[in-house]
């Protein structure tokens, strides 16, 4: 039954435990705050009115610290908990301790949470609720005859997708029987036989990835709150979200509502989620997966209905009934804005913010947890903030987004910023100038990122473009200054600012304020390169989880083969061989926390089209980042 709430352990961290933390506020709830070492002095700690600290300083012993958290809970005399997004949000057991102690949950039922959490299980919910999900087999894939016969009846490609899978994560894209039969034998003979951790859907070419902001409480109420298009995404991840969904008919915005009611009522869903579909060009609207639990990009769908979404998260959980009608107003962008590379595929990196100015004035919203002299650890996850822009119709907000972004400054870390001001100037996203939009969920991939990443490329090699881009960035340094009382920008080349400043210390001390990437790709680099002619090293870009490995021991492998997966901050990463050569030593397995720099495994490449590793950058390996979401958020 539900309960009052007079005191709330909020179960996250970041911009999301901020974000709760202040509508508590204003609702008069006092807060719990829990942290790590590295957010010690984070805003929302230093917010809520209490803390406890989680000793640690992996995911694991911190913030998925089931037991841990528990414990605080009684100690604090929390009555209640708000998971966030991530982390511990979408765990039944959890919510079921929760329970368990007499508090409480700021979410579905663990039954809903177990209904939904699972990719199969909730492939058959919605079958149950007569939502068509994408075609696809809803059972795990150990048998290999079953997953031919399903390519030769439904044509390539096919998606390869966890069970347990989100914002991204563990998905392969095959593109005929030899792929798919690499992918099947990799797996059962390299990954101790986790193939029934997968499953099978018909991948569908330049679709929308459109989703149902959703509501339904203990009353029998239901809403939808907005609908939002979140198909600008890198490699499966969401980057720029949008509400509402634009340019839909009203039989798809009608079919999506009536979707979404069927699929909450069929597991008796309380709280706020959203369902998540793929549209298709002829307007097909397929079931993807629902998210039981606020999402990153809330916040567009709270500016166009007008709506606290946490408020409303609130109030259902303590029984109330939530708010019915609520008219659309006005058009809204969110931008993650994440510590990520752009000239690394958007690789997660780390460092100090070294300055930090948000855009303002009209329409301008930002939801961050982080300030001007933060460090943004590797350990967790990359996203200082969300610049949220609404504005009264699409073309305003697009026009109110470069304005936003012209304003923008963030110095010490790389961001997508650069990428940002590219999206929001190009006709086929925009729609201006007489273009039709035309963006589906690989759109970003195909036109600006210049690759996809090794589950859409059956294995391709990754550019290494990125890092000659850093260079011709570092190439230069710009300075504001007057001639004849006017203000101009000089771009003037390195060699000249040395010259003129004293030499190489003055260089190297305006460097020292560049992106700290310690933990990132930069730093990884160095490493490889400078291995003292070790040659055939394949070193870790990142300090990261090793989730598969994709050769053997003796194996023969061709320039740009995928050797390893791994993730960092949530984002897949993939690694490739640089050059022609056989696998000598593997050092590291699945599940294998690995350090930047550190060694994967070696190649011998001597004699390898006539050269020796370590001539022509045989060292190292090309590396392609999969970003899932920068916020331990599973999905989203």
Known sequence: MPKNVNKLLVANRGEIALRVVRTAREMGIPTVAVYAEQDRHAQYVQMADDAYLLSGD?????????DLLIDILQRSGADAVHPGYGFLSEVATFAQKVIDAGAAWVGPNPKALVDLGDKITARRVATFAKVPPVPGISQSISDMRLLLDFAHTHGYPLMLKRTDGGGGRGITLVHNDDELRGFYMNHDALQGGDLNEYFVERFIDKGRHVETQCGRDSHGNFTVYSTRDCSVQRRNQKLVEEAPAPFLSSEVTDQLETYSRRLFEAVDYEGLGTCEFMVTEQGKVYFLEVNPRLQVEHTVSEEVCGLDLVREQLTIANGGELTVNHP??????????????????????????????????????????????????????????????????????VARVRRALSELKVEGVPTPASLFEQIFNDDEFTAEHGVAYDVSTKWLERKYLNKEAASSQGGQPASMSGASEVDKKESSETFVIEVNNRRVSLTVPNDIVANLTGGAKARDAKRAIQPLRGQGLHHAQKKQQSNDGQSGVIASPMQAVVTRINVAEGQQVAKGDLLVVLESMKMENYVYAPVKGAVTKIFVGPAAGVEAGETLMTIDVTGANGTKAGENGATGAAVDGTATDGTMEGGK
Do not use: Q
């Open 58 to 66: 992996t995911y694991k012993d911190t913030y998925l610290n089931e």
């Open 328 to 397: 659309l107003r006005g058009h809204s962008f969110e931008l993650r804005l994440t510590c990520e590379d752009p000239a690394k595929n958007l690789a997660p990196s780390s460092g100090t913010l070294a300055s930090l100015r948000w855009p303002s004035g009209p329409g301008i919203r930002v939801d961050s947890g982080v300030v001007e002299g933060d460090t943004i650890s590797p350990k967790f996850d990359s996203m200082m903030g969300k610049l949220v822009v609404t504005a009264s119709d699409r073309a305003a907000a």
